[in-house]
């Protein structure tokens, strides 16, 4: 590794493949001083924009690049595209030159002929940053730098563009210099927000305090709204439309966005208070003056919002909109959805050929019987034979049509109820499966190697299972330190946990693993916890046991197997253990509850949940159980185990390897922060699920969306599933549970998630059919691969047709 110091200020470092492959890069002891002290970020300047960096001091002290610059850098320089993409090549190795300036690092590739050239790199001018940004350049850093920092700790000095930055540029315009206006930005209290805003409100207007002009970032981060909003706290989602929709009859918008709907922000509420509002994103930012202009023009119709009619001051619109400009406002509207309406394209399920002109439009049916008539051949000529006389040809769609009467009318062709469903069902897979649909695999079989040694060491035992439910489990148990497994008997979601634990050198003869089986009718916690005796001594609960044994050990993980859950109340014994899994650390235990045995007290009396105690629940597919409480479901992840599956045994090669794991292993480690893209993409699905949710009434809460996330990092740091895989697991594991454990929940609900992220041609044809014919193409499609998210999909069409049975 070849490093050049130049002065205290300059560097060029001759790159090697790990720079770019694994994003970091080690720094030598002597190099350390000139980036600064270990554990500390940097601030790396790539054309005019920053990306941050960190020194990490697990082990050698490394800089871990962002991952976003690395892919603008692969962009950029298509010469090294090679060294990007793993390849190695010696005769184009790149060098890079960092120079640092007002505390940050200005980065460059030098190229083989500027480094040949006599011109002195030296001389060359350093860009330092601004000491004044105008609007435009902010706002830009606000979108384009904001998915780099949420990741990460909080701490960092990004959230001054929006806290201070952005609010006293605002503050310096000229019509908000004159003190009547509270500039506020807000990016989190303790950690990154989720909707980060600069908030603009009128001090004089008293009566109408829940009012106010905003910039808001979007959930994905590649839009910023400048929008007048109405939130009260405490109103509900209908109630703040009409109340945004009142205030906008006051308006005359112009070319401003008033359709609530198209904003995309995770908080319904927000949404439904936003009265009108101006949409930007990276590739589409005027110029300061633009942006001033339209912020003027914003500050006078929030101004004309709060007069509600009466003068506003002298700078905004003086006269309320008359009575047939708002007429023609809501008719202009009103034109523009029926356009819209209009130009959407006829539904169909096949790409076909454009019919000739002056010729109707086949219908959507007729690719069913197209495949019918593929499936039957001969049938649509029966009543030809039996006359002995040649029809006339007839165009393809109309001898569908008469196919179309001649199977439904089943005395005429001896076909039966049942036969005319088997037809109709071959010929909606044969449709799915011939239509150039994307293909959603169900399965993804990758295991890294130390997951491969698990999964050997089971398999040595003679439990053969598969790569998805191990990587799944060990991603949840490290996400969140409570599993649910669910299964019918004999399926191994006893034996799976164990074997896992034991793979990784937990087991029961060192005490770092521990089953308990579940007793008849258990009220309260003292089987788990502890009692006190008739002698007044304390008897410790196999949890205190392994507490004890997590605490002496802290390195170590330990597990504990709460086996058949579902034989007693859980929401009753499991109380004061799931306070410690959602991150209580208050001793599980006071002082009476040890009577008068001080020993007892002195020994157990201050245990609490700690970090590296992973509690595996299992619960019975069967009618004979308690049914499992809301809130337990809501505190960790449902894992359903697979069907056996009997076969040649599989070779996952050899089962020797290291079989003792550290703790750390299950923790959200530092690479995590390198990963904005992916937290991106998974906050924009999520989102969606979520928006889908809202409109059925049973959102999922911040718990349950913090651990999908935590889940998605820990995936996105090993490369084990994709975004689109970690949403489908996020629903089959958290969020269908959550809903069937709701007895109340509507089949609605379900359908909705049977069209998500379906293609539009098919979430249109999927439109206003009845039940079973929803349900036999769903399945169709899921059989062709069709569907985005197919683990959760096979629970959902089992769901669907539950809910038609009844």
Not at 98 to 120: G, P, Q, T
Not at 332 to 353: D, G, H, R, S
Not at 594 to 618: C, H, K, M, Q
Request: with cysteine; charged share 25%.
């Amino acid at each position: 590794m070849s490093w050049e110091l130049l002065g205290s200020d300059r560097m060029i470092k001759t790159t090697e493949l790990s720079d770019f492959v694994n994003t970091e890069m080690t720094i030598p002891k002597e190099r350390i001083s000139f980036f600064g002290n270990p554990g500390e970020r940097l601030a790396i300047i790539y054309q005019n924009r920053e990306y941050p960096s960190y020194l990490e001091t697990e082990g050698d002290t490394k800089l871990k690049w962002s991952k976003v610059l690395i892919r603008k850098l692969g962009e950029a320089f298509p010469d090294f595209e090679s060294w990007f993409q793993g390849d190695p090549d010696a005769s184009k190795t790149p060098k890079l030159e960092i120079i640092k300036a007002n505390e940050v690092f200005h980065l460059r590739l030098i190229m083989a002929d500027e480094e040949n050239s006599d011109e002195k790199i030296s001389d060359m001018p350093i860009i330092a940053t601004p000491p004044t940004a105008g609007l435009q350049e902010l706002l830009l850093k606000w979108i384009t730098g904001y998915p780099n920092y949420y990741p990460r700790d909080f701490r960092f000095s990004f959230k001054e563009t929006i806290t201070e930055e952005i609010p006293k540029v605002i503050e310096n315009l000229k019509t908000i210099r004159s003190g009547h206006y509270q500039v506020r930005g807000f990016a989190g209290d303790t950690q990154w927000a989720e909707i980060p805003w600069v908030k603009v409100r009128d001090k004089q207007a008293l009566n109408d305090s829940d009012l106010y002009l905003a910039y808001l970032l979007a959930m994905d981060s590649r839009k910023l709204y400048l929008a007048i909003v109405y939130g009260e706290e405490g109103m509900g989602v209908r109630s703040l439309a009409e109340k945004a929709a009142a205030y906008r009859k006051n308006l005359v918008t112009e070319h401003y966005r008033t359709n609530h709907k198209e904003v995309l922000l995770a908080n319904a509420s927000l949404v439904s208070g936003i009265v009108c509002y101006r949409e930007y994103t990276e590739t589409e930012m005027p110029e300061d003056e633009v942006l001033i202009a339209e912020f003027e023009a914003f500050r006078k119709m929030y101004k004309l919002c709060l007069t509600k009619g009466q003068t506003a001051d002298e700078t905004a619109v003086s006269d309320e909109p008359s009575e047939e400009i708002i007429k023609g406002q809501d008719a202009k509207v009103e034109n523009e959805m029926i356009a819209e309406i209009k130009q959407k394209p006829e539904v169909v399920l096949e790409e076909q050929t454009p019919p000739p002109q002056g010729s109707q439009p086949v219908p959507a049916e007729t690719v069913l019987f197209e495949s019918i008539c593929e499936e039957r051949p001969g049938v649509e000529n029966k009543n030809q034979a039996e006359s002995g006389s040649e029809a006339p040809a007839q165009p393809k769609h109309a001898a569908i049509s008469t196919l179309r009467e001649v199977v439904m009318a089943e005395s005429e062709t001896n076909l039966s109820s049942a036969d005319v469903d088997d037809i109709q069902f071959k010929a909606e897979t044969k449709a799915a499966e011939s239509k150039s649909f994307t293909r959603y695999p169900a399965k993804n079989d990758y295991l890294p190697p130390y997951l491969q040694l698990v999964q050997a060491k089971m398999g040595d035992k003679g439990y053969y299972y598969p790569a998805e439910l191990i990587k799944t489990y060990y991603l949840s148990i490290k996400s969140k330190p409570f599993v649910i497994i669910k299964g019918q008997v004999g399926s191994g979601k006893t034996s799976f946990p164990r074997l896992f634990a034991e793979a990784i050198g937990a087991n029961q003869e060192n005490g770092r693993f521990k089953r308990l089986l579940v007793g008849k009718n258990w009220e309260d916690h003292t089987p788990l916890l502890g009692h006190l005796d008739s002698r007044g001594h304390f008897i410790p609960g196999p949890i205190m046991l392994i507490l004890k044994a997590a605490k002496e050990y802290p390195d170590k993980p330990h597990f504990f197997m709460l086996d058949e859950m579902d034989q007693s109340p859980a929401a009753d014994y499991l109380r004061l253990l799931l306070e410690g899994i959602n991150g209580s650390k208050e001793p599980f235990l006071k002082r009476e509850d040890f009577g008068a045995d001080i020993t007892a007290f002195r020994e157990y009396g201050n245990l609490s949940f700690p970090d590296n105690l992973y509690i595996v629940a299992t619960i019975n597919e069967g009618p004979d159980s308690f049914p499992v409480h809301s809130r337990v479901i809501d505190s960790g992840n449902v894992i359903r185990m697979p069907v056996v599956e009997i076969g040649v045994f599989a070779d996952y090669g050899s089962p020797t390897g290291d079989s003792d794991w550290e703790n750390s292993v299950f923790k959200i480690h530092s690479q995590a922060k390198g990963l904005p893209e992916i937290l991106e993409r998974l906050m924009v699905l999520l989102n969606e699920v979520q928006q889908l949710l809202i409109k059925h009434e049973c959102p999922m809460g911040y718990r349950g969306k913090n651990e999908i996330l935590a889940f998605g990092i820990n995936s996105g740091v090993e490369g084990l599933y994709s975004e689109l895989e970690v949403i489908d697991l996020a629903l089959l594991q958290r969020i269908i549970p959550a809903l069937e454990a709701v007895s109340e929940t509507d089949v609605d609900v379900y359908l909705s998630l049977a069209g998500f992220l379906l293609e539009d041609s098919l979430k249109q044809a999927f439109s206003n059919l009845p039940p079973d014919r929803l349900i036999g193409r769903y399945e169709a499609l899921l059989k062709a691969g069709a569907i985005p998210c197919p683990r959760s999909g096979g629970v959902i069409l089992k769901r669907l047709r539950q809910q038609h049975k009844q």
